[in-house]
């Protein structure tokens, strides 16, 4: 992660010829997915078995990248986690894999975060990912992956080995997503890719943090660390992108977890009344109530134990009280709504004037170039480089910028 849930009971057919069903995995209606540490960086070590039962999906972070083949994945435990355990060894990791999941949780390998160094740029690479996760998956038990790639993902071969191992993998697999809020902006690569991929997706746990302001869907610019970042960004996805059930919240667990963006647990609890019964809200109000909304994800399970399990216990503690709190899934999936509009996608250099819609809301070290341009419903967003943080020129990465009605 930047330092940073699933699916009803229903068939999907793998798109691999005539390759066999992939039933989805049976999870509560609402749930915490959270980050297992495999290093030590001043928050608390964890043997896995330390992880409560109060998160649901448990994702080992992280995987990492086979020098020597491209798109190839592997994992190691992290020796100076296991020195500060007093030793813990690849049987006991295995032994603690099988005893979350007879305890009911969810363990999947994380690929990504901070510092990975994953990217898929040929065929041959996707089949070197999906080949090399089943691996994993056969030797450690995991029960599927977390795509937590803070870049965009090559669409067309990260789609290729997905399914290819959605195929593989068979009934239960479990795929969960955390990208970045500017992934997840219309138009955004990460967007592409869960269209292409959302019949085999668990969840998308979008991370609410380490992020500059962006744009909900009703095309107003949100600061991070409020009710309405997280509302109003989670409701692009829940505009015919993904099912309730497949959405989640990001926030790191304390302040400690991430460089911006916390907000206290009772916050998160705020925006998960607001998605799920339209109460608490802020000052955007979602186009519609999301009952069925998946649950919170967190950075880290590690920093929260550091902090005493006070995320956990505050937002795990207030999801028995959203709509079917505890129960399991219908086994019919909700319908899925059409998006409000279609996007359609022409060019232009010009830069949306100041002060129409989002633009003149970005900070003083936002630099603009040209960029495709985009409508959305009322709203057009022109792609631009968007710089951010302390020095200038750094951290360039691709945004987009409403440039409203005007």
Not at 269 to 284: E, I, M, Q, R, V
């Amino acid at each position: 992660m930047s330092v940073l849930a699933a699916v009803v009971t229903l068939v999907v057919t793998t798109v691999l010829g005539s390759g066999p069903a992939t039933a989805a995995p049976v999870l509560p209606t609402h749930l915490l997915t959270g980050y297992w540490q495999n290093f030590s960086n001043g928050a608390k070590t964890l043997r896995l078995s330390d992880v409560p039962t109060s998160y649901g999906i448990v994702a080992v972070a992280f995987a990492d990248a086979v020098p020597s083949r491209s798109g190839a994945i592997d994992f190691t435990l992290d020796s100076g986690l296991s020195s500060a355990l007093g030793g813990y060894t690849d049987a006991q990791f295995k032994a603690d894999v099988a005893t979350l999941k007879a305890r009911g949780q969810k363990v999947i390998i994380s690929v990504g975060g901070q510092n990975g160094a994953i990217s898929l740029p040929d065929s041959a690479s996707a089949t070197a990912f999906a080949d090399t996760t089943y691996a994993l998956m056969q030797e450690y038990g995991f029960d599927g992956v977390d795509i937590d790639l803070e870049n965009a993902p090559n669409l067309a071969n990260m789609t290729t080995a997905l399914k290819s191992l959605a195929g593989k993998a068979g009934s239960g697999f479990v795929l969960t997503m955390a990208p970045e809020t500017i992934y997840v902006q219309p138009g955004g690569s990460y967007l592409q890719l869960i269209d292409q991929v959302k019949d085999l997706i668990t969840v998308v746990n979008t991370q609410y943090y380490n992020s500059g302001s962006m744009i909900g869907r009703d095309g107003k610019v949100y600061s991070s660390g409020t009710v309405d970042f997280q509302t109003a960004l989670a409701d692009i996805l829940l505009d015919g992108h993904l099912r309730a059930d497949q959405v989640g919240l990001g926030l790191p667990a304390s302040t400690s977890a991430a460089g911006s963006g916390y907000v206290a647990p009772s916050v998160v609890n705020n925006a998960l009344d607001c998605l799920t019964k339209g109460t608490n809200c802020g000052s955007y109000q979602p186009a519609s109530t999301y009952p069925t909304l998946r649950g919170a994800m967190t950075w880290s399970i590690n920093w929260d134990a550091s902090n005493g399990y006070n995320w956990a216990n505050t937002v795990g503690g207030h999801l028995a009280s959203l709509p079917g709190g505890g129960t399991t899934n219908p086994t019919t999936p909700p319908t899925t709504t059409t998006p409000t509009a279609t996007p359609t996608t022409t060019t232009t250099t010009t830069p949306p004037a100041t002060g129409c819609g989002g633009l003149a809301a970005w900070n003083a070290t936002t630099a603009y170039t040209g960029g495709a341009k985009v409508t959305y419903g009322a709203h057009v967003w022109t792609a631009k480089w968007w710089t951010y943080g302390d020095t200038p020129g750094a951290n360039a990465q691709d945004v987009w910028v409403d440039g409203g009605a005007c």
